[in-house]
């Protein structure tokens, strides 16, 4: 079942070549981020580029639950209006974060030091993901949560009235657990200090810094170690979205392995937190390249050019690598698929954990389309069958994960029989215009009535 509706089962056939510009949206990361700090400064935050996708439209109307004023104007710049670190209200009803991880998780850690009581639900997915990793740091705060067994939503947080600094070093690498951390750190006094082994996606150090916040980031030996200064002021932002090297990857990966394609993706975010696809795609032998690299709002950005690759090889992706493509290991295992001999990926036992268990939902389309996939607790292996190779005429389930469903139309589309989806209703929680965009490309992609 869709998050919202019906099921919309989908079917992706081989086509013609990819061609042309696709312009894909704003980077769901900082669309969240951008909404809740905005609401946690004092005055007017201006924000374009948003992705307007589910997820993130959740996040606004929770904080406007909070207490924020968050409207978007007709030529698509959102305004909020902050109420200030320390400032949200207690939310009236209960907060449906959808099908949000990220967005449940720091809207989490940003009201926890403030004195009210705030109730999470979401889909079906979020419902069976663990919190435990958000409420544990919070515990130390002085935050109380009840939740369902093994720390599952829905869950009420009740924030501290007096609340401690803190410095913890987070057991997973994740990003949300930093951030929740740092959010719940601002309405702390003193410094909270987070110390991560691997460097996750930095873009909430970085937008705090330009927020106004003190924050600093030291690299030592044990890793990362952020400084956060609680109890500033923050100072309402213009933000410019970048677009999401995340959504890229498809439309990328979609023309490298379908014959005769070639396809700009202008404007995309390459902060090294996040560009690790990228990387990997060029290692097997990808014919990707950086067109006009240039810095936008200080972080590093390129036009990408893909191109239709023949000569992809597999190779064993440096674990090293993991958090900095964390959520492209679906699509990568799809242009594996299609590259000559076995990719290996290790050191992704947090695959299992995101919208859906990625490595089991990849893995079991992957094999009823075709190809030999091994995997275990935290790797897995995916033996190649060379460009065009993969045979496809199934039906895959995509358990309400997006990245499953657009990994599995990308494949469809360089496959011998087509590849057929459960439900494409999902894709709209991060990448609304994927349909289009992708048939403006020249891609064959038509709904299938349910049964
Ligand atoms: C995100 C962090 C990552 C990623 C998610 C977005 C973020 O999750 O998978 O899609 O915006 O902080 P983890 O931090 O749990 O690895």
């Keep these: ?31 969240h981020r951008s909404l809740i700090l905005g609401a946690m400064a004092v005055g007017e935050t201006k924000v374009t580029g948003l992705l307007e996708g589910q997820d993130v439209l959740d996040t606004a109307a929770a904080m406007r639950a909070f207490g924020a004023d968050v409207v978007r104007d007709d030529d698509g710049t959102w305004h909020i209006h902050g109420v200030g670190v320390g400032g949200f209200a207690e939310p009236e009803d209960v907060l449906d974060c959808g099908n949000s991880g990220t967005g449940v998780r720091l809207i989490m ?16 997915s979020l419902r069976s993901r663990p919190m435990a990793r958000v409420t544990d ?20 947080l009740v924030g501290a009235a007096e609340p401690l600094p803190i410095t913890y070093t987070t057991p997973v690498p994740s990003a949300q ?53 609680g109890q500033p002021e923050l100072n309402p932002q213009t933000i410019a979205v970048p677009r999401d090297p995340s959504s890229a990857a498809f439309p990328v990966c979609a023309a490298l392995i379908t014959e005769g394609s070639d396809v700009l993706v202008p404007n995309i975010g390459l902060n090294p937190t996040r560009a690790g696809l990228f990387e990997t795609l060029r290692d097997m032998g990808a014919d990707l390249t950086y067109e006009n690299m240039r810095e936008e709002g200080g972080e590093p950005a390129a036009d990408l050019r893909a191109r239709f690759s023949p000569n992809m090889k597999g190779i064993e992706v440096p674990p090293e690598r993991a958090a900095s493509m964390i ?66 005429g199934v ?56 049964r």
Excluded at 17 to 28: R, T
Excluded at 111 to 121: D, E, G, L, R
């Design 1 to 31: 079942m869709s998050a919202h509706g019906e099921p919309k089962p989908m079917i992706a056939r081989k086509g013609t070549a990819l061609k042309g510009v696709a312009e894909v949206p704003g980077d769901k990361s900082i669309s």
């Design 109 to 124: 850690g940003a009201m926890a030091t403030s004195p009210i009581a705030a109730t999470f639900t979401g889909d079906a």
């Design 137 to 156: 740091p919070l515990a130390l705060f002085g935050t109380k949560s009840y939740g369902r067994a093994q720390g599952r939503l829905p869950m009420t």
């Design 177 to 229: 657990v930093k951030s929740a951390v740092l959010l719940a750190g601002l309405n702390a006094p003193g410094q909270t200090v987070v110390i991560e082994a691997e460097a996750t996606r930095d873009h909430s150090e970085r937008m705090l810094a330009g927020f106004g916040a003190e924050i600093t980031t030291e690299v030592t030996p044990e890793g990362r170690v952020i400084t956060l200064t």
């Design 327 to 392: 959520d492209e290991y679906p699509i990568l295992s799809v242009f594996a698929a299609n590259a000559e001999g076995a990719t290996v990926m290790r050191g992704v036992r947090e695959l299992r954990v995101k919208e859906s268990d990625r490595i089991a939902a990849m893995a079991d389309g992957l094999r009823a389309a075709g190809v030999e996939v091994e995997d275990g607790p935290d790797w897995w292996i995916v033996h190649g069958r060379g460009p065009g190779g993969v045979k496809g």
């Design 395 to 450: 039906t895959v389930a995509t358990h309400l994960d997006h990245r499953i469903a657009m990994s599995f139309l990308c494949a469809g589309f360089a496959s011998q029989q087509g590849i057929t989806i459960d439900d494409a209703g999902p894709i709209s929680t991060s990448f609304p215009i994927f349909e289009p965009l992708m048939r403006d490309l020249g891609a064959r992609l038509d709904l299938v009535s349910a």
